[in-house]
T-cell receptor
């Protein structure tokens, strides 16, 4: 365990389903991130929360909806996804801009 | 937008060999990160560099800010080093964004 815990590890969902990914850290970090990693592509930043406030949204489709209820928890709500959304979704946290990043183990999502 | 290039894309080595993975970027940065990703998907942060050189066990990372280039070296490579190594750069200046390279897949054969 790295200190950032993601659940579930694997998720298969239909295109009409609604599901949520969860990320939790108790490292005292003040920034949390969602990244998407598709096959053969670099990691892509989706969302950044700094002190629970969303500071970045990299043109992510509205079928992905983040939620950060406190500085330790981050959710990614999924609805009406497409097969091309199948990917590894990684959560990370950092103390500040100057800090190192700690990543979770990821959720492997398959949309059928 | 920073462009991050890694080489080689794939690398196969015999156990015990000295390994070098390279990373170059196009725009000045505040820090560079080397990450390790195992087949299960989880990512481990190996180094964060803003200048000079860092060493941890058999791993050494160097950065040349003027040349916009960094290298990751593995001495006495071992099959457990087999993983994807990813370079990422931090633009700083209030940005929380990392720009990632595509990764170098390393396989160390016994």
């Amino acid at each position: 365990e790295t200190g950032v815990t993601q659940t579930p590890r694997h998720l298969v969902m239909g295109m009409t389903n609604k599901k949520s990914l969860k990320c939790e850290q108790h490292l005292g970090h003040n920034a949390m991130y969602w990244y998407k990693q598709s096959a053969k592509k670099p990691l892509e930043l989706m969302f950044v929360y700094n002190f629970k406030e969303q500071t970045e949204n990299n043109s992510v489709p509205s079928r992905f909806s983040p939620e950060c209820p406190n500085s330790s928890h981050l959710f990614l709500h999924l609805h009406t996804l497409q097969p091309e959304d199948s990917a590894l979704y990684l959560c990370a946290s950092s103390q500040a801009i100057e800090g190192g990043y700690t990543f979770g183990s990821g959720t492997r999502l398959t949309v059928v | 937008k920073n462009e991050v290039e890694q080489s080689p894309q794939n690398l196969t080595a015999q156990e015990g060999e000295f390994i070098t993975i390279n990373c170059s970027y196009s725009v000045g940065i505040s820090a560079l990160h080397w990450l390790q990703q195992h087949p299960g998907g989880g990512i481990v942060s190996l180094f964060m560099l803003s200048s000079g050189k860092k060493k941890h066990g058999r791993l050494i990372a160097t950065i040349n800010i003027q040349e916009k280039h960094s290298s990751l070296h593995i001495t006495a490579s071992h099959p457990r080093d087999s993983a994807v190594y990813i370079c990422a750069v931090d633009g700083g200046a209030g940005s929380y964004q990392l720009t990632f390279g595509k990764g170098t897949k390393l396989s160390v054969i016994p």
